[in-house]
């Protein structure tokens, strides 16, 4: 198993989440062409798009949006 080191591991959640959120919005997005016969081509092209797009906005905005929920959050 790939056993990368756990100082990477905010990128290592940013690929793996990045992925599953552009997969789950294609496959929505791709819905329309199920009657075509064309999903899978539609869902696989539009999946790979998004998540290239996708993957260094989450990487970088998730350090700010880790601070700004700890800014609007406090301790019970």
């Known amino acids: ?12 959640f940013g690929f793996i989440q ?28 539009s999946w790979l798009m998004a998540w290239v797009m996708m993957l260094p906005i989450v990487l970088f905005a998730a350090p ?3 601070s700004l929920t700890h800014i609007l959050t406090r301790e019970d």
């Open 64 to 66: 700010a949006i880790r």
């Open 18 to 45: 990045s992925g599953l959120t552009c997969a789950v919005a294609a496959a929505i997005a791709s819905v329309p062409f199920l009657a075509a016969g064309t999903f899978a081509l539609h869902w696989l092209q």
């Open 1 to 12: 198993m790939l056993r990368i080191p756990r100082r990477f591991s905010h990128f290592v």
